[in-house]
């Protein structure tokens, strides 16, 4: 079965560099996902990974992926206090093409 | 553009009463549709998705059941709530052209009493 790994906290200085992290089980996953969820809401797509690549940069946003790992990191540059909010990293699931979630990182920007 | 919508925003109903929460999507045609459930400080739980009218996959065995009685319309429903199915009910749909990505509508957030 699948199962998605996440620490639960991280704090950080506005400015800073975040980098979240997430561990895997399921090999065959094709995409690999990062979502952000602020106080209230639902959540926005970020940014995801197909699973042949090492990387992947968007703006402030760099992805690695391990695949012999199973390691996924999210990496935000020069974060900012509007990047507070939990952070899931998901995995498809290639049979149902849904999602297994991890079950978030909090990330707290101090000013 | 695509766009999800998920109504009502909030709910708050007594134990053993019925739910029904709707979700639609404009935009597109024929996606897989999905419904899950957020427990609170909690990741999400797949419950139930579709890929066509009428087709359900039920993920959990619970209280819950799922409809789709049209192409971009989600109904996820139960006949008598219990207290464990407070919760964000998050609705997603993904197109399939574009498997990579599924979008999330801005979800329900239910609590029972």
């Known amino acids: 079965g699948e199962d998605v790994e996440q620490s639960l906290f991280l704090s950080v200085r506005e400015g800073d560099s975040s980098v979240i992290n997430c561990t895997y089980t399921d090999s065959s996953s094709t995409y690999l996902y990062w979502y952000k969820q602020e106080p209230g809401a639902g959540l926005q797509l970020l940014t995801y990974i197909f699973s042949n690549m090492d990387m992947k940069q968007d703006q402030r946003l760099t992805v690695l992926l391990n695949k012999k790992d199973k390691h996924l990191s999210l990496r935000i540059a020069d974060t900012q206090t509007g990047d507070s909010a939990i952070y899931f990293c998901a995995e498809e699931d290639t049979g149902r093409r849904a999602l297994t979630f991890g079950s978030g990182t909090r990330l707290q920007v101090q000013p | 553009s695509q766009t999800i919508h998920q109504w009502p925003a909030t709910l708050v109903q007594p134990v053993g009463s019925p739910l029904s929460l709707e979700c639609t999507v404009e935009?597109?045609?024929?996606?897989?549709l999905y419904w899950y459930r957020q427990a609170a400080g909690r990741g999400l739980q797949l419950l139930f998705y579709s890929v066509g009218i009428g087709q359900i996959s039920s993920e959990v065995p619970q209280n819950l059941s799922a409809s789709r009685p049209q192409d971009r319309q989600f109904i996820l429903s139960s006949k008598k709530l219990l207290l464990s199915d407070s919760g964000f009910y998050l609705c997603?749909?993904?197109?399939?052209?574009?498997?990579?990505?599924?979008?999330f509508g801005p979800g329900t957030r239910l609590l029972v009493l």
């Open positions: 997603a749909w993904r197109d399939r052209r574009r498997q990579e990505t599924q979008y």
């Open positions: 935009g597109t045609s024929n996606p897989n």
